[in-house]
């Protein structure tokens, strides 16, 4: 297993749209099992594999207090989306950068599992929040980009600065 680095906006990479995966070989295997040791060790409650520069349609969840109900998702669709909740929301791409975001209160999500067996999760609250915000970076979406255009200005301002401080 090992922990696999994550882009930091405003990479140009996290705003690729992943392509669905073709086959679930023993590579996504290793890839989905790598990634969920990324986020546990964040921490975090989701990862999608564009933040780890994989631009296929992958991600891993774990919105439970106990940290053991992982959720692999592979080729998620969203078929239900209703209601409406605002969260402050964070990411693992976007450190130190908070604010709160309008969603669905309630998603149906359809995938596949690691056996290639068709799944569905319903989900509300907080574990819907995430899964629409993973389903967000493999459209090459971050949540940042859900703020007014002042916002988004002064966050890429306090990342540059960020950086060429750390540089
Ligand atoms: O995609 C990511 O960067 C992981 C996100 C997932 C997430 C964002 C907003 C709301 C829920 C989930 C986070 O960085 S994981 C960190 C976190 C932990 C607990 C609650 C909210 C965010
Ligand atoms: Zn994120």
Redesign the pocket.
Known sequence: MSLLPILRFPDPRLKKVAAPVARIDDGIRRLARDMAET?YE???????AT?VDVHLRLIVVD?SETKDQLLVLINPAIEVQEGSQK?E?????VPGIYDRVERAEHVVVRYLDLDGSEQTVDASG?LA??LQ??MD?LQGRV?VEHLSQLKQLRIRNKLAKQARITA
């Open positions: 986020m964040a921490p975090g409650i989701g990862l999608a933040q919105a969260c929301e964070g990411c693992l791409s907080l929040v995430c915000h993973e970076h949540f």
